[in-house]
């Protein structure tokens, strides 16, 4: 079972940046397409960012589109986020997911997934950001 490891949470003003890392315990992370997911104070968990087993396939929330950035080097067993241009209502935890449900093949051919039946999960890490 992989164990997943966020962290690069913090307090930040409005219009910063932060980078959150999530490291794996195991190498079968790399063929897993990994997201990251996010869950406001009262509010349901929604998907943030998707990255597929090479890298080569992102896909984003409108929300998040030109400010955060997912990326992954499989060689660190870990996924990234880069938050810029940060506004209050991205204040949340901030979780990393692995799926373990899309083969490479089917990645490869542009399945990954935007709904939150991920398979593995991290704790989370907390983000805030001050008006």
């Known amino acids: 079972q992989v164990q997943l490891v966020e962290s690069g949470g913090g307090l930040v003003q409005a219009g910063g940046s932060l980078r959150l890392s999530c490291a794996a315990s195991?190498?079968?992370?790399?063929?897993?397409?990994m997201g990251w997911f996010r869950q406001a104070p009262g509010k349901e968990r929604e998907f943030v960012a998707v990255?597929?087993?090479?890298?080569?396939?992102?896909r984003y929330a409108d929300s998040v589109k030109g400010r955060f950035t997912i990326s992954r080097d499989n060689s660190k067993l870990t996924v990234y986020l880069q938050m810029n241009s940060l506004k209050p209502e991205d204040t949340a935890v901030y979780y990393c997911?692995?799926?373990?449900?899309?083969?490479?093949?089917?990645?490869?051919?542009?399945?990954?997934?935007?709904?939150?039946?991920?398979?593995?999960w991290g704790q989370g890490t907390q983000v805030t950001v001050s008006s």
């Open positions: 997911a692995a799926d373990k449900k899309i083969s490479t093949t089917s990645q490869s051919m542009g399945v990954i997934s935007t709904g939150t039946d991920y398979d593995y």
């Open positions: 195991e190498r079968t992370f790399s063929t897993y397409p």
């Open positions: 990255i597929n087993w090479t890298g080569g396939n992102t």
